[in-house]
């Protein structure tokens, strides 16, 4: 079953994304992590297809949907139209770190729009920070900049992926970046968060993380994140790091299956 590409053209950017599938059924819409590409699901979208309506997409500034300035809100925006575009009823986000966190700002931006998601490796937006975590965040341009960017290559593939292919699609997709660009998309990231103590998604929510995830304040978000969500699901994926589905697909491709069949 293949997947048929597609261009929506909006807000200064054209938006390439691929839909396939059984037609009719239910969107599952994918959408991949900072500075990487759709490519990170081509192995996860099979299993999926013969049942569900799927979308990949590659964000604005990512992948083929260059050249772009990327926007958090601009992307957020982008995948409301999508799913506008190509559902008349709620969809499935399924969302890997930076793509987690476009889903959580449409869900709740838009709830009408979202029947239930899976977020893998992603910190939770709506989070209270600690003081260091603040302090973290205010360093973060600084010290990037003093990295040289083969540095910064080779530090983001390390707590990301030790699968090989892994490496490859996400060194491939980093390489599309110039080190002021992969700068100013990591900066731009950190508006996805945004203190709401009384927000409840409360639809049905899985939370995915590698045994070994080392990157942000992930680890440590995404258990709390849990506990706050009556309807959520905590699952850690062992002998995996960042990119979760990409360290252990068949274990990922199981519980999304499970994940889209208890809906």
């Not at 959580?104 to 009408?112: I, K, N, S």
């Not at 990295?147 to 707590?159: A, F």
Request: net charge negative.
């Amino acid at each position: 079953m293949a997947l048929e590409e597609h261009i929506l053209e909006r807000a200064g950017a054209a938006i390439h994304y691929w839909l396939g599938g059984k037609a009719g059924a239910p969107l599952v819409v994918f959408t991949h992590g900072a500075t990487i590409d759709h490519h990170e699901w081509d192995a996860d979208v099979l299993p999926v297809m013969p049942d569900y309506h799927v979308l990949v997409w590659d964000v604005r500034a990512h992948g083929l949907s260059r050249p772009a300035v990327f926007h958090f809100q601009e992307a957020v925006d982008d995948l409301v139209a999508l799913i506008e575009r190509h559902s008349d009823m709620p969809v499935v986000l399924v969302g890997h770190s930076m793509g987690g966190n476009l889903s959580q700002e449409l869900a709740f931006q838009r709830p009408e729009l979202v029947r239930a998601m899976l977020c893998l490796d992603c910190t939770w937006n709506f989070q209270r920070l600690s003081t260091l975590e603040k302090a973290g965040l205010a360093a973060a341009g600084p010290i990037f900049k003093l990295y040289p960017y083969e540095t910064l290559i080779r530090q983001s593939l390390d707590v990301t992926v030790t699968n090989l292919r892994g490496r490859e699609v996400l060194e491939r997709a980093m390489r599309l970046f110039s080190k002021d660009e992969y700068i100013a998309v990591m900066l731009e990231l950190a508006k996805c968060l945004h203190e709401e103590p009384d927000y409840v998604f409360g639809s049905p929510l899985w939370l995915l993380m590698g045994e070994q995830e080392s990157t942000g304040n992930i680890s440590k978000a995404m258990p709390l994140w849990a506990e706050h969500e009556p309807l959520s699901r905590f699952i850690v994926m062992p002998d995996a790091k960042h990119a979760a589905n990409m360290d252990n697909p068949e274990f990922f491709q199981e519980k999304l299956l499970e994940f889209l069949n208890s809906l």
